[in-house]
């Protein structure tokens, strides 16, 4: 790992154009940890196209360097970079797959090493907590700015420092970048407090066909929730945020209606259950206790496919729990 550390500072330093993207429905680290590494590598006087297939979220707009993310670039001859991506497959309609990556900077447990050189640290909660550790390592000096950027990601998939993956270090990464100028209570409220009122209403479609039988929590949004409520994403607006604080369910799924007759799901598993095993299996991945897929077909279709994967998953972990709890004869 430390010679590709080296490596990826040798590459960057070299490059005169970078291309740099990260994946389709982009959270909190995805952004974060783009503008973070784009606005770096600008400030050392490289031509930097930051792609994002689906496009900025108006929830992260407030960022730094948001206004110079593009939906659609040829990378042409730029050294081409992904963060906070397992799979090349991930980048959306404006990548092809086809297509080679040069580097790759990412923290899921299920990354398929799509590029030359990858860096994957899995042990970190965020991609943005990796680049926050290596940047000064390759000669890149974390402004305000980028500190903004970076602690926005750590926050997102931490959900405020609270993910059963924090370590001490992090919290020390973060308080690096609270000195460096990053406003934590800012971001905190902008990242993980605040929805729009279109959210709001959004969330509304989801609750009220909320079930849950067998410790397993579920619900659905579809294409017509989202016109209806105004809401102009093809996400869950955070709604698993809610989900996940439910009592009386190890497992929580939201089936979410895709314009292109597929389904994405998102699970979310309390410590015990790896959902990223499952979330492979179908074309996906993620961490154990966070992982996504997109699935062609009905949403009935997907439902009874995830739904009897997910109880099985159940099933069998609690079987595992109860005989490491029996005492030996």
């Not at 869950?236 to 009386?248: P, Q």
């Amino acid at each position: 790992m430390k010679e590709t550390i080296l490596r990826i500072g040798e590459k960057f330093k070299k490059a005169d154009s970078i291309w740099l993207t990260s994946h389709i429905r982009p959270d909190g680290d995805a952004i974060g940890s783009l503008l973070a590494l784009g606005l770096a590598l600008q400030n050392h006087g490289k031509q930097v196209t930051m792609l994002l297939s689906d496009g900025l979220p108006a929830n992260f707009r407030y960022l730094p360097g948001s206004n110079k993310v593009v939906k659609k670039a040829d990378p042409g001859s730029a050294i081409r970079v992904a963060v906070d991506c397992s799979d090349i497959r991930r980048l959306g309609k404006s990548v092809n797959e086809n297509d080679q990556l040069d580097i790759s900077i990412d923290h899921h447990i299920t990354n398929v090493m799509p590029a030359d050189l990858n860096l994957v640290e899995p042990e970190e909660p965020a991609t943005s907590a990796i680049l926050a550790k290596y940047m000064p390592e390759w000669g890149m000096q974390i402004t305000a700015d980028i500190a903004t950027c970076l602690l926005t990601g750590i926050l997102s998939d931490t959900l405020g420092f609270r993910t059963s993956n924090m370590t001490p270090n992090t919290l020390r990464l973060g308080a690096m970048l609270m000195e460096k100028g990053a406003n934590l209570p800012d971001l905190y409220q902008r990242a993980l407090v605040r929805r729009s009122f279109d959210a709001a209403r959004y969330w509304g479609f989801g609750l009220s066909r909320l079930q849950c039988e067998d410790r397993l929590l579920w619900t659905s949004l579809t294409a017509s929730d989202r016109n209806e409520a105004g809401y102009p994403g093809r996400d869950d607006a955070d709604l698993m945020a809610v989900l996940s604080a439910i009592d009386g369910a190890d497992v929580a799924v939201i089936f979410i209606e895709q314009p292109d007759g597929k389904v994405k799901i998102s699970w979310r598993a309390q410590p015990g259950f790896d959902v990223s095993k499952l979330a492979v299996s179908l074309g996906g991945g993620g961490h154990p206790a966070a992982a996504g897929a997109e699935l062609g077909g009905t949403m009935e279709e997907v439902q009874s496919i995830v739904m009897a994967a997910t109880h099985l998953l159940i099933q069998n972990s609690n079987g595992t729990t109860r005989k490491k709890e029996e005492p030996s004869a």
